[in-house]
């Protein structure tokens, strides 16, 4: 049901003829309107009847059944200007499916054969109806549907196959099932999965006032910052190793380690071979205020001034490394830089190193700490932040109509992952399937996103078959979404192109939280799981109004139950410079 190898690319060149000149291997339109239909049938027979009449027997050119046209001689018709090998051209005929029994899974193999440069079409059977990717704006197909195209097939110049849903053989070996059993976060909303998931069902913000003198003349003083000193919450010796953005992450990985059933203190309480364990965060600076304050302490104080700590507390990896201390964790500590879609790609990683056996459970994430006065006027420089009164309501208004930039915000989001066999071993609860990821590109500009979306679409259909999915199954975006003016736009538009005509729940919760940086990734794919756990849709805060060229079924004012057809949440990061990160993760029965 593909073009025949042996079929010439010949452009078609429509001309006029006579039947009489006709003969076999022609391709031939009966009318000037069919040719225009790109409707084309290949002559393989011809028989004169008559002096005056002669039959033609046709097929359609990529195969099918034949039919016959009896003709006059002098009857105009139009052929294509190319000939094909009639030994080539398959005959072939659709099967009734009106006794066939349907299942999920079942796929769908169409052909518009009187069409030579026509594709084959797959549908997927999913949630009770056909989808085809290549179709989003389809919107899919029935089962009366399907069976009335193979019913119509061969009188239509189609070709309708079906294929059942394959019996899956066991396999010995292959990549591995990847769960999530376990979350932790800090976050403007409070320390704690708890205090994340309340405020988010009851669309509270945690963007503040900067109170210190430090961030005195900027032209914008409020972020989503932490609302306690993580610094409190740890032993104050360990304190004063880790900076603010490690701080972040010991702490919501500790949650999320106790979370998913280890013992409190790491790997060696919990019996666990610590070298079968890593440790994936992302971060794009981690806390750029351990750098200022050294360079500012080397210019009051001189060399003696500076901490010999500043070096090993600046760079981007420490919270890892923090986290691989805290938990004893030897199996490896990855540091993911790839500006605000860094938590994602982090996360990413960890599923594959856990799904090709390289570890067996991993603390995957994200953690930054970078509202600090020279990043606040580096953002405020480029026109990027937004502004208001945080009393009055979120100043952070992602899709609206009056969105003008992105509030920065620090936090941490861990997830503890781990093999699905290693999970179920030990009875531990799972949240859900790690199911795919995908990666790309833009290519596009230094900040500025690609206003098509076609990098953001690329990624999220690469999430998709990572998983083993359809787009069918997608049954919420958890969108990134930051406020401004052509990042939202880009986003909508692609997902949009990619999810069609179905009205897919949306929520955006940087109006909660403000822009995590490195961070935002882990924190909202914490979310994505519990909105997945809890069948709860979080409401977007900050949209008053929704922009008319944001075509997305956003969920606002209040939770939505999770809708029934469909398995697939995914979690979107888009950074800097074209970074598109998706993670999808998938409802385990």
């Given at each position: 049901?593909?073009?025949?190898?042996?079929?010439?690319?010949v452009?078609?060149?429509?001309?006029?003829?006579?039947?009489?000149?006709?003969?076999?291997?022609?391709?031939?339109?009966?009318?000037?309107?069919?040719?225009?239909?790109?409707?084309?049938?290949?002559?393989?027979?011809?028989?004169?009847?008559?002096?005056?009449?002669?039959?033609?027997?046709?097929?359609?050119?990529?195969g099918?059944?034949?039919?016959?046209?009896?003709?006059?001689?002098?009857?105009?018709?139009?052929?294509?200007?190319?000939?094909?090998?009639?030994?080539?051209?398959?005959?072939?005929?659709?099967?009734?499916l009106?006794?066939?029994?349907?299942?999920?899974?079942?796929?769908?193999?169409?052909?518009?054969?009187?069409?030579?440069?026509?594709?084959?079409?797959?549908?997927?059977?999913?949630?009770?109806?056909?989808?085809?990717?290549?179709d989003?704006?389809?919107?899919?197909?029935?089962?009366?549907?399907?069976?009335?195209?193979?019913?119509?097939?061969?009188?239509?110049g189609?070709?309708?196959?079906?294929?059942?849903?394959?019996?899956?053989?066991?396999?010995?070996?292959?990549?591995?099932?990847?769960?999530?059993?376990?979350?932790?976060?800090?976050?403007?909303?409070?320390?704690?999965?708890?205090?994340?998931?309340?405020?988010?069902?009851?669309?509270?913000?945690?963007?503040?006032?900067?109170?210190?003198g430090?961030?005195?003349?900027?032209?914008?003083?409020?972020?989503?910052?932490?609302?306690?000193?993580?610094?409190?919450?740890?032993?104050?010796?360990?304190?004063?190793?880790?900076?603010?953005?490690?701080?972040?992450?010991?702490?919501?990985?500790?949650?999320?380690?106790?979370?998913?059933?280890?013992?409190?203190?790491?790997?060696?309480?919990?019996?666990?071979?610590?070298?079968?364990?890593?440790?994936?965060?992302?971060?794009?600076?981690?806390?750029?205020?351990?750098?200022?304050?050294?360079?500012?302490?080397?210019?009051?104080?001189?060399?003696?001034?500076?901490s010999?700590?500043?070096?090993?507390?600046?760079?981007?990896?420490?919270a890892a490394?923090?986290v691989?201390?805290?938990?004893?964790?030897?199996?490896?500590?990855?540091?993911?830089?790839?500006?605000?879609?860094?938590?994602?790609?982090?996360?990413?990683?960890?599923?594959?190193?856990?799904?090709?056996?390289?570890?067996?459970?991993?603390?995957?994430?994200?953690?930054?700490?970078?509202?600090?006065?020279?990043?606040?006027?580096?953002?405020?420089?480029?026109?990027?932040?937004?502004?208001?009164?945080?009393?009055?309501?979120?100043?952070?208004?992602?899709?609206?109509?009056?969105?003008?930039?992105?509030?920065?915000?620090?936090?941490?989001?861990?997830?503890?992952?781990?093999s699905?066999?290693?999970?179920?071993?030990?009875?531990?609860?799972?949240?859900?399937?790690?199911?795919?990821?995908?990666?790309?590109?833009?290519?596009?500009?230094?900040?500025?996103?690609?206003?098509?979306?076609?990098?953001?679409?690329?990624?999220?259909?690469?999430?998709?078959?990572?998983?083993?999915?359809?787009?069918?199954?997608?049954?919420?975006?958890?969108?990134?979404?930051?406020?401004?003016?052509?990042?939202?736009?880009?986003?909508?538009?692609?997902?949009?192109g990619?999810?069609?005509?179905?009205?897919?729940?949306?929520?955006?919760?940087?109006?909660?939280?403000?822009?995590?940086?490195?961070?935002?990734?882990?924190?909202?794919?914490?979310?994505?799981?519990?909105?997945?756990?809890?069948?709860?849709?979080?409401?977007?805060?900050?949209?008053?109004?929704?922009?008319?060229?944001?075509?997305?079924?956003?969920?606002?004012?209040?939770?939505?139950?999770?809708?029934?057809?469909?398995?697939?949440?995914?979690?979107?990061?888009?950074?800097?410079?074209?970074?598109?990160?998706?993670?999808?993760?998938r409802?385990?029965?």
């Amino acid at each position: 049901m593909t073009h025949s190898t042996e079929t010439p690319e010949v452009p078609i060149r429509p001309y006029r003829v006579t039947a009489a000149e006709v003969v076999p291997g022609d391709l031939l339109a009966l009318t000037p309107e069919d040719a225009e239909r790109h409707r084309w049938h290949v002559v393989t027979h011809t028989l004169p009847e008559s002096p005056e009449v002669i039959r033609v027997t046709l097929r359609p050119p990529l195969g099918g059944v034949d039919h016959e046209e009896v003709l006059r001689r002098e009857a105009r018709v139009t052929v294509a200007g190319r000939r094909l090998d009639v030994a080539a051209v398959p005959l072939v005929s659709s099967p009734a499916l009106d006794d066939v029994e349907f299942r999920d899974g079942d796929r769908l193999h169409t052909l518009r054969a009187v069409d030579p440069q026509a594709e084959e079409l797959t549908y997927v059977r999913r949630w009770g109806s056909w989808h085809s990717d290549k179709d989003p704006a389809g919107g899919g197909a029935s089962d009366e549907d399907v069976r009335r195209w193979a019913a119509e097939a061969d009188r239509e110049g189609d070709v309708v196959r079906h294929a059942p849903r394959p019996v899956r053989a066991a396999e010995a070996a292959g990549a591995r099932r990847v769960v999530v059993t376990g979350l932790g976060a800090v976050t403007p909303l409070g320390v704690g999965t708890g205090a994340l998931w309340d405020g988010l069902l009851e669309g509270r913000h945690g963007i503040r006032e900067l109170p210190d003198g430090e961030f005195d003349g900027l032209p914008v003083r409020i972020a989503g910052t932490v609302p306690v000193d993580p610094a409190g919450l740890l032993p104050r010796q360990a304190a004063r190793r880790m900076n603010r953005a490690a701080q972040f992450a010991v702490l919501a990985a500790r949650e999320a380690w106790t979370d998913a059933g280890y013992a409190d203190g790491g790997t060696r309480e919990s019996g666990l071979d610590p070298e079968r364990v890593g440790v994936s965060l992302g971060a794009i600076l981690g806390d750029a205020s351990v750098l200022v304050g050294g360079d500012r302490r080397l210019r009051d104080r001189g060399p003696r001034g500076v901490s010999p700590l500043t070096t090993p507390m600046t760079v981007p990896s420490q919270a890892a490394s923090q986290v691989s201390l805290d938990l004893h964790i030897t199996g490896e500590a990855r540091t993911v830089t790839s500006a605000c879609a860094s938590g994602t790609e982090a996360i990413g990683q960890a599923v594959d190193r856990i799904r090709f056996g390289r570890v067996d459970v991993a603390l995957a994430g994200g953690a930054e700490a970078v509202v600090t006065p020279a990043i606040m006027a580096s953002f405020a420089a480029m026109r990027a932040l937004a502004e208001g009164d945080p009393a009055a309501g979120s100043p952070s208004h992602p899709f609206a109509k009056d969105r003008d930039g992105f509030v920065n915000g620090e936090g941490a989001g861990v997830l503890v992952l781990e093999s699905e066999e290693h999970a179920r071993a030990r009875g531990a609860r799972i949240y859900c399937e790690a199911a795919g990821w995908g990666l790309s590109a833009d290519a596009h500009h230094v900040a500025a996103p690609d206003p098509s979306g076609d990098g953001i679409a690329l990624a999220l259909r690469r999430a998709v078959r990572d998983a083993g999915g359809q787009l069918a199954d997608v049954v919420h975006v958890n969108a990134h979404a930051t406020a401004t003016v052509d990042g939202d736009l880009a986003e909508a538009r692609a997902l949009r192109g990619v999810l069609g005509r179905r009205d897919v729940p949306v929520t955006a919760l940087k109006g909660h939280l403000g822009h995590l940086q490195g961070a935002a990734g882990g924190v909202e794919a914490v979310a994505a799981v519990l909105t997945l756990h809890h069948r709860l849709v979080p409401p977007t805060v900050g949209c008053a109004e929704l922009d008319d060229a944001i075509d997305l079924d956003l969920v606002r004012d209040t939770p939505r139950a999770l809708p029934d057809a469909g398995d697939l949440v995914l979690s979107n990061s888009f950074g800097f410079g074209g970074h598109n990160a998706v993670l999808a993760l998938r409802r385990v029965a």
